[in-house]
């Protein structure tokens, strides 16, 4: 059956997101600007450095590939870390996001389109990255690209893919139903969803690269309140579509929780695992 247009829905309930689509392939420019300073922070600095000491006796520029690049945060994260004249190429199958990424980047990069699961070569590439995507691909995405960078000897460093762990402080007896349903809803239809981290490594790792892997949560508290509102929104809403059984409590839950946020009393932490993968054996796995 198809799905109905969302103007004959009727209205959002009371719980939807406004920015986000948490699990969709498709990211609106101002969910990603409000997660920005959040995923900043989270980024492990010990992995880019050690990135940047593997590309020590790199000669030229480095070329990277950033795969499923949005608006370019990773660029505007990474660039400044690396010490070596860089040439990005912002890769993402939205055209507007992979154009906006290329012309705001703080070093030359140039705009490609098209799904990252059709690419067939890495050739030339001496680093990819990526940044909250690989939760979003399959087993066979996530070979495919291990394959393509073992390939073209590329390193490869894969930031905040999500693993599952949210802690909410206060507790409500709420959380680990929406956590159950949430955690379902990213692994459908084949999605890696949290076993994103462990498949990665895993893929990685047979094809003889060191892999060497940090925690990178969101640490999000009464600061965050805007962050934290739509995220809460988005996780809610795919916890609902999920298991629809979940939206009698959801519209009391978000209230409980927006209560403690305005009070500055809720804080949340959200696990993501950043990796890097080098070609030649140096990890700590
Ligand atoms: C959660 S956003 C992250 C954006 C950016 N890396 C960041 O950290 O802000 C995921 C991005 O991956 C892109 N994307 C998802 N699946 C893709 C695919 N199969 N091929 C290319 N791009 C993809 C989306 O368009 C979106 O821009």
Known sequence: MLPL????????????????EPGSPVCSPDWLALREPADHAARSADLAAALDAHLAGHRGEVVVRDLGCGTGSMARWLAPRLSLPQRWSTHDRDADLAQRAAATAPVPA???????????????????????LLDLLDTAAVERLAGLCADAGAAALLTLSVTGEVALDPPDPVDADVAAAFDAH??????????????????????????????????????????????LRGRLDAACAQDPSAAAAAGPYLERRLTALAAGTLHATVGHADLLALPAAGGDR
């Open 186 to 231: 990213q692994r459908r239809e084949g999605r890696l969803g949290p076993d994103a981290p462990a498949a990665v490594a895993d893929a990685f790792a047979r094809r003889g690269f060191g892999i060497t892997r940090r925690a990178s949560p969101w640490r999000l508290g009464p600061g965050d309140a805007a962050l934290v509102e739509e995220w």
């Open 110 to 132: 140039t705009a490609v389109v098209g799904d990252l699961r059709d690419l067939t070569d890495l050739a030339g590439t001496d680093v990819v990255v990526c940044s909250a």
């Open 5 to 20: 247009p969302k103007d004959l829905l009727g209205p959002p309930p009371s719980w939807a997101a406004r920015l986000s």
